[in-house]
Structure formats: structure tokens, C-alpha cells
């Protein structure tokens, strides 16, 4: 239901499960990401066994591309008047 995917979006939950094209399709929805970046402390990715080649080189800047929005949602957070330039 929709009430659900505002819920999930939210950031209540500390815990993701998800597979990789989910997880990089959030990035594109700004409730999405601040939901991740907010309150996930840890992400289960199913489907490991298939990250090889350029779709495994793809997960892995996906994945330090969320390390980043999380580190710059946080200190926003923390400091909403300070520039994306000082962080």
C-alpha cells in the first residue's frame, strides 16, 4: 500500500533488506534517500553471488555513493544552515 512505502521511506527502520537496482532506484527519490541516509545502520543486499564484472564495479560506487549521502545527511543534520561546500 502506499501508507507502507511512506512509512519505509520515513526512515523509521535501522535494518534494509534489498537488492542492488532497488537500492540505487531509491537514490533517484529525495524522501527515499533521506529515509536511507537517516536511520539505516545496516543494509542486507540479496543476490550477492551476481556482482561481477561492471554490474559488481556498479554496487560497489552505489554503495560508497550511500556511505557519502548518509556522512552529508548527518552532518546536515546536525548543522542544517551549514553549506554542502563546508561539508
Same mark, same amino acid.
Request: proline share 2%.
Given at each position: 500500500?502506499?501508507?507502507?512505502?511512506?512509512?519505509?521511506?520515513?526512515?523509521?527502520?535501522?535494518?534494509?533488506?534489498?537488492?542492488?537496482?532497488?537500492?540505487?532506484?531509491?537514490?533517484?527519490? %529525495?524522501?527515499?534517500?533521506?529515509?536511507?541516509?537517516?536511520?539505516?545502520?545496516?543494509?542486507?543486499?540479496?543476490?550477492?553471488?551476481?556482482?561481477?564484472?561492471?554490474?559488481?564495479?556498479?554496487?560497489?560506487?552505489?554503495?560508497?555513493?550511500?556511505?557519502?549521502?548518509?556522512?552529508?545527511?548527518?552532518?546536515?543534520?546536525?548543522? %542544517?544552515?551549514?553549506?554542502?561546500?563546508?561539508?
Amino acid at each position: 500500500s502506499f501508507k507502507a512505502i511512506q512509512k519505509a521511506y520515513a526512515g523509521d527502520y535501522s535494518l534494509l533488506i534489498s537488492n542492488m537496482d532497488t537500492l540505487s532506484l531509491r537514490f533517484a527519490h %529525495p524522501e527515499a534517500s533521506k529515509g536511507l541516509c537517516m536511520n539505516i545502520d545496516l543494509i542486507v543486499i540479496d543476490e550477492i553471488h551476481l556482482f561481477r564484472g561492471i554490474y559488481g564495479s556498479h554496487c560497489q560506487m552505489a554503495l560508497k555513493r550511500l556511505r557519502l549521502m548518509k556522512h552529508v545527511w548527518k552532518k546536515r543534520h546536525e548543522n %542544517p544552515s551549514m553549506s554542502f561546500s563546508d561539508i
